[in-house]
């Protein structure tokens, strides 16, 4: 169940990223599917912490392949497509790698690793997708704070599923 909820949430972030205009909050630029992304790092934890660090680079690997073919269904260009995909394995591998080093509690654990998952998703993203580097979506100028806007949002599902799992789900 889990795995399919982990890959359910990537789909879904690519359905509705492309199906919604972006919120624009003031100068913030924040894509529908944002809230969905950050949801899976979350997922992606409660993945590895059952079936371990390898087989979770497995279910990485399919996820993408299934992100990357959905992206290009929805009619993502093909540069939108490869920043995608670079952006997916730099978000979940650092994801994992965290994930996986720090030794603290499980809920912190997915607090942290998410965050930096989270980071590096938006950061990466927004400057080899949206901005004059690639597609060309979104000026210089508002490269900043489309990756805070994304950060900030991702953060904040980060810190809702670990109150979550913290109130709700008992691991060690």
Same mark, same amino acid.
């Given at each position: ?23 624009i ?35 990485? %690997?399919?996820? &993408?392949?299934? #992100?990357?073919?959905?992206?290009? +269904? !929805?009619?993502? =260009? ?5 920043? *995608? ?9 650092f994801?994992?790698?965290? %994930?996986?080093? &720090?030794?603290? #509690?499980?809920?912190?654990?997915? +607090? !942290?690793?998410? =965050? ?5 998703? *938006? ?6 997708g ?6 060309? %979506?979104i ?26 799992i ?7």
């Open positions: 169940m889990r795995i399919l909820l982990y890959i359910a949430a990537i789909i879904v972030a690519n359905v509705v990223t492309a199906s919604f205009n972006p919120i909050l003031w100068k913030f630029i924040v894509p529908m599917g944002t809230v969905f992304i950050g949801t899976t790092f979350i997922l992606r934890d409660l993945v590895q912490q059952k079936y371990g660090r390898k087989n979770t680079y497995y279910i990485i %690997f399919i996820a &993408l392949l299934l #992100s990357a073919l959905t992206s290009w +269904l !929805l009619g993502d =260009t093909l540069w939108i497509v490869f920043a *995608s995909t670079i952006t997916f394995i730099f978000s979940e591998t994801d994992t790698e965290v %994930f996986t080093r &720090l030794k603290c #509690s499980f809920e912190k654990r997915v +607090l !942290l690793s998410g =965050t930096v998952g989270g980071i590096i998703d *938006s950061g990466l993203f927004v400057i080899i949206l901005s004059p580097i690639g597609a060309g %979506f000026p210089w100028e508002a490269v900043g704070y489309a990756i805070i806007g994304q950060v900030v949002v991702k953060t904040i599902m980060q810190f809702l599923g670990y109150l979550t913290r109130k709700f789900i008992k691991f060690k």
